[in-house]
Each structure stands twice: as structure tokens, then as C-alpha cells.
């Protein structure tokens, strides 16, 4: 294995009830994180491909994860998201060469098809810094009722020279939605917005 | 008087190492929150202890819940289970004695579900804002003094509890620390017989 990983974290979250309604089936998000080594603290590195091949690896790792957390198929995952916490020793562009070269494509694979960008975020942080992974539609990123995040946090990571490395997927969309815009069902998903 | 369910929040951690030689088996600990309304939030009720009875069920469904995510997300079997610990967060409307309600329904769920365990559930209880965090104990199921099984899970909803809400939590956890080594009683040396040693 290319990274590596000090632990992993999974969180699953099934809402029931939102403002006194029921939620019938559940709406449901998981993340799965790995809290990995950082290869390149300490000092300025030119060349990032280690990061782009532990992006590589975790994506469909991450993702799989969090699809059996939800125990749905693949082709079931309705959204998704991706998100990274760099530690003090590293930088910003390390959570970048994690996320966006190559991450995306092992993801697609673990929740089936996957047309549409995989929204992100990314920041630097101490231990216990949390953050808010996006979360769109997974076909089609117009589809209004499945705009939401996910906050994540691990209390006792990264350490200085680790990075936090997050991978969402749900079953579903917001508990309540209700504010107009394209459906999950009205979506074609070809061409990744509609 | 029923139990009604906002949301369940779990989060399983699966540890390799934390800087020293990674054990063969990974350290599992994990825990599962309900987010539930309190029916005793906004004034002072003097009687409610019946509310215990009321919450066994979902004592039981979430001791449940929590081994088969040892199971499904890790391949942890029951068996392997060996620590646990449970802990209430109850929202600003409410009452920290609203949280003790949970001592009886969790802790025996647990202990029914994980073999007849013998050692108290240690716990931890809190009034507080959404968000709040709150750091659930954690010791051997059978022998409260296994000094390599002395630990806690912070657990947090984000959005949990709302100011008449309560958050039950159970821990569940498979393993000693990971990298365990400051001695005293040993999981293997224990006769796990009155729950301490």
C-alpha cells in the first residue's frame, strides 16, 4: 500500500426526523477518512506525484468504504464529496495533489458512473480541526435538492505531519427539499450538470 | 411516553498505529448516537424514571447496531468486542439528570448483547449546545482494572442535541490501546468474575 495510514475513521449519519417531519425511507450520508503520513513535510517539494498516487489509491479505498458504511450498491450512491486537512508541516497544494488529479476516477468506479464534478475543500489545520466536505449530485450537479455537506472531525488528527484525507457518499438528498431547481429524477446525467 | 428518533450518527475508527510497531490485528472503537426528543425538556418533572423502561428497546436496537458495524465495516466479530463505555449529552432546555436516565437502558443492552459482560459501563454525562463534544470512557467489559483498556472516544453530532434534545451514545471498542505498555492487569490474566479483575 502506497499510504501510509495511521487509522481510519467512518461516520454514518441516518436522519429520522427534520422539524418535526418524518424522514421515510432515512436520508443518509457516510464519510470515510484516512489519517495518512505526509511524504513531503518539512521543506518545499517541487514534485508532488507521491501525493497523486496515494489520491489515486485512497479514492477507490475511501470510497468503497463508505459505500459498504451505507451497506448500499454502488449504482444506490446518490452524491458524493472529497476533502482534505493538511498539517502544519505540509501545505495547501498537498491537499490539492491528493484530491484533484487523480482521486476522482477510483471514486467513480466505487459509486458507479459518478458524471459530474466531485465538489471539495480543503484547508490546513491543527488536530481536531473540522471540516465541511460538499457534497452534489453524483450525475448531475445542477440537481438542487442534493447541495449539502458533511461535517467531519478527528479529535487526535493530523498531527503536524499527517494529512486527513475525506471521501462523502450518500443514498440520498437533503431530509426536506424544497426549494425548486432539477430532481434526482428529472436528471439525465450525461453530461455531468443536468 | 415514546422514543422519538432524530437521527442515529455513528462514526467507527479503525487504528494501525500511532507511531510504534502496528499490532497484526488493526485497534476498532466505535460509537453510535441517537438524536432523540426530551420529553422532559422545558420544566421540572419531578417523576421520571419510568422513562428508562421506555428506552431499553432502543437500548438493545443500538448495542445491536453498534456490534453489527464492528462486523460489517471491519469484520470485527462479537467475540472480539472487549471495551465499552456509553454517555448522554442533553440539550439546554433539559436536565442533566435527564442524561441518567440512560444508565440503565445502555449499559445493560450492552452487557446482555456482549456476552453477559461482568464490568460496569463507565460513563459520562453533560449538558450542552449543538455541536457540544463530549469524551465517552472506555474500559474491559469484564474486568474494570485491565489497565490496557483504560481509554475514552470524543464523540460530537454536529448538529445534536438541539436545546430539547438528548444524544445517547454507546462505545463500543476491540482491542487494547494500540500501542498498550504501562503495565498492570492484563486482559489475558484476568478471571473476569466480579467485573473488576
Redesign the interface.
Known sequence: MMSK??????????????MGQDIDP?TRKAAALAVIENPCTGKFVQDLEPLMQIGEELGGLLGE?AV??L?ITPAQAQSYGKAAIVGSDGELEHAAAILHPRLGKPLRQAVEKGAALVPSAKKMGGAGT?IDVPLGHKDAAYVRSHFDAM?V???DAPRPGEIVVAVAVTDSGRPLPRVGGLTHDQAEGKDGLR | MQV???????????????GGPPPAT?RCVGALAAVIANPFAGRYVAEISPFMETLKPLGLDMAARLIA?FG??NGVPRAAIDGFGKGAIVGTAGELEHGALWHVPGGYAMRELLGNAKAIVPSTKKVAEAGG?IDIPITHINAAYVRSHFDAL?V?V?DAPAADEMVLILVMAAGPRVHARVGGLQASEITGEDGLR
Open positions: 495510514v495511521r487509522k481510519f475513521v467512518i461516520f454514518v449519519e441516518e436522519t429520522r426526523r427534520e432515512p468504504k459498504a458504511a451497506g473540522a461535517e472531525r478527528v479529535p | 422519538v428518533v432524530r437521527k442515529f450518527w455513528s462514526v467507527l475508527e479503525e487504528i494501525r498505529h500511532e488493526p458495524m460489517g465495516g463534544r470524543e460530537h454536529p
